[in-house]
């Protein structure tokens, strides 16, 4: 089982990252009928389909870590991951080779992770307000508002929030962040973390 890494990052927030290298079929056949995603046959692109399986077994594995149990995977309206029969709180990303996820005993969490690319740039400046953007300087700094912006959207949990207007990445000391999503007229802050690793950046908020 490849997983990279995976740490408590808290007392109540774990995160993992599996790096992905098997084979399609390896993957099917560690994670049985019950762990297929629902849409995993409508995946065309055989990288994503890795993705997806190995984001799930990477839950898997966090949930029996913490719990000791786990019972399988599934999404609420909006898409978003719960387990089973369990009072936890999950979030999954992927990018290229590497799947990540974020299991938390008390409440929502949200993870994304993204390799660093100068396409980033380009993109960046329709999900920022003029003020995160002076902050903005290389293509990390970039990749990181994005996966920032993209976990807290994960965290909150409403579809159709304006990312440069309702989700905010404060600097609050140096190289250190906080969230803020805007929402009925309401500030909910969120904490944020950040992990550097192989020309990927990645972000969880919690």
Same mark, same amino acid.
């Given at each position: 089982m490849p997983i990279k890494f995976v740490q408590q990052i808290e007392d109540d927030l774990w995160l993992g990252v599996w790096?992905?290298?098997?084979? *399609?079929? *390896?993957?099917?056949q560690l994670s049985g009928e019950a762990l297929l995603p629902d849409n995993y046959l409508s995946l065309k692109s055989e ?27 599934? %999404?609420?309206?909006?898409?978003? @991951? ?19 996820? /974020? ?5 929502? /969490? ?7 690319? @100068?396409?980033?740039? %380009?993109?960046? @400046?329709?999900? /920022?307000?003029?003020?995160?953007? %002076?902050?903005?300087? /290389? ?28 989700? %905010?990445? *404060? ?5 250190k962040y906080r969230g803020n999503v805007l929402d009925n007229n309401e500030s909910h802050i969120a904490q944020l973390g950040?992990? *550097? ?10």
């Amino acid at each position: 089982m490849p997983i990279k890494f995976v740490q408590q990052i808290e007392d109540d927030l774990w995160l993992g990252v599996w790096e992905i290298n098997e084979q *399609e079929n *390896e993957l099917i056949q560690l994670s049985g009928e019950a762990l297929l995603p629902d849409n995993y046959l409508s995946l065309k692109s055989e990288i994503q389909r890795k993705q997806s399986l190995c984001g799930r077994l990477l839950v898997k594995h966090l949930s029996q870590q913490v719990f000791h149990q786990f019972y399988g995977i599934y %999404k609420n309206e909006n898409g978003k @991951p719960f387990l089973k029969n369990i009072e936890g709180y999950i979030s999954i990303s992927h990018s290229k080779q590497f799947a990540s996820a /974020t299991l938390s005993t008390k409440s929502s /969490t949200g993870v994304d992770i993204e390799a660093i690319s @100068p396409r980033i740039l %380009k993109v960046i @400046p329709r999900v /920022t307000s003029d003020e995160e953007y %002076k902050n903005i300087h /290389t293509e990390k700094d970039a990749t990181f508002y994005w996966c920032a912006k993209e976990a807290l959207y994960k965290l909150y949990d409403k579809l159709g929030l304006d990312f440069s207007k309702q989700l %905010k990445v *404060e600097l609050i000391a140096e190289n250190k962040y906080r969230g803020n999503v805007l929402d009925n007229n309401e500030s909910h802050i969120a904490q944020l973390g950040q992990i *550097e690793f192989e020309g990927f950046v990645l972000v969880y908020a919690f």
